[in-house]
């Protein structure tokens, strides 16, 4: 996964796949930001659902402890 700027990279654990449905447009940008970039798509896309679940925390449950 791409970090932050001045941090170390290292994965926070195993990788696994995931099939997810996709707004065409969202692919579209994503093969134009990979190709631009050369940050692979899963990359991109772990990234941006990390910064997502950073500011979303309110979105688990009041008991959820996270492994990171």
């Not at 910064?51 to 492994?67: E, L, N, T, V």
Request: glycine share 2%.
């Amino acid at each position: 996964m791409r970090t932050a700027k001045g941090e170390n990279k290292s994965n926070n654990g195993p990788i696994v796949k995931l099939e997810v449905e996709l707004e065409k447009t969202i692919v579209e940008q994503l093969t134009l930001m990979e190709s631009h970039t050369k940050i692979t798509r899963s990359e991109l896309v772990t990234t941006a659902l990390k910064r997502f679940i950073s500011a979303h925390k309110d979105y688990f449950p009041d008991d959820y402890k996270s492994s990171s």
